[in-house]
């Protein structure tokens, strides 16, 4: 039913002949490029671990919405209409008036294809460093109740340092759908938890995983030997 989504892809940045443990890497060190392309109204964002404090990059996916005002104009100008709530609705004509949606882009909506909603995504890349720990990745159903810093205050709370990622995407779950049931009680109608699923990949140990299968020549290196032309691809 939601049709929010994400393609992603990570390259190494070719430099694991000049690299040893995780211990001895040059701080800031790019080490891959991250290539995200986002449809709908999740969330994707960098936890970078500086000199022990958290910085997060948050730019990596926007929320297609009537909040972004490149978003509402498109679908203004294919005869949508913005709704309470930060929805849009079709016009009377359209013979779903009745039907709201909060997401201006979508793959392939029924109703809303004509009136603006585009399956296009966004796409952004970033060159990840030594210094990104995690890659998030979560639907509306926990943003909206937890922003980015919320998220990685509940990682330090339930002491993520220990290798844990199911236990720890499980806790942040479970806090996100305590904060819905607080919304439904103080809420005058009825507030059910949206679509709620996270997902942290532990970019460090992506990396030490990546060493140990290809060792120092790095993937680059290995598929120039084995194809001339991939220098070019």
């Given amino acids: 039913r939601r049709r929010a989504t994400f393609h992603g892809g990570l390259s190494p ?3 694991a002949s000049q690299r040893g443990a995780a211990s001895s890497r040059g701080a800031n060190e790019p080490l891959w490029d991250l290539l995200c392309s986002g449809v709908g109204d999740s969330l994707a964002f960098v936890v970078n671990v500086i000199d022990g404090s958290a ?10 919405g009537i909040l972004n005002a490149g978003e509402l104009e498109r679908i203004i100008k294919a005869g949508a209409m913005k709704a309470e709530s930060g929805y849009i609705k079709a016009p009377v004509s359209s013979g ?20 603006g909603v585009v399956p296009d995504p966004e796409t952004v890349m970033e060159t990840l460093t030594s210094q990104s720990r995690y890659l998030i990745l979560c639907s509306d159903g926990i ?19 220990d290798g844990d990622l199911n236990k720890l995407a499980e806790t942040i779950l479970a806090k ?4 819905w049931k607080k919304l439904s009680r103080v809420s005058s109608s009825s507030v059910d938890a949206d679509n709620s699923t996270i997902i942290v990949v532990d ?4 990396w030490s995983n990546y060493e140990q299968l290809y060792g120092k020549e790095g993937l680059r290196e290995r598929a120039k030997k084995t194809d001339p032309s991939s220098e070019e691809k």
């Fill in 13 to 15: 940045k070719g430099i």
């Fill in 176 to 179: 996100a759908l305590v904060a």
């Fill in 55 to 64: 910085h997060i990059d948050n730019q990596l996916c926007k929320r297609h």
């Fill in 96 to 115: 779903f008036a009745h039907y709201r949606i909060a997401m201006t882009r979508a793959i392939g909506h029924k109703y809303f294809c004509e009136y």
């Fill in 203 to 206: 970019l460090e140990e992506l």
């Fill in 143 to 161: 943003s909206d109740v937890m922003n980015p810093h919320i998220i990685y205050d509940t990682m330090k709370s339930c002491n993520f340092e």
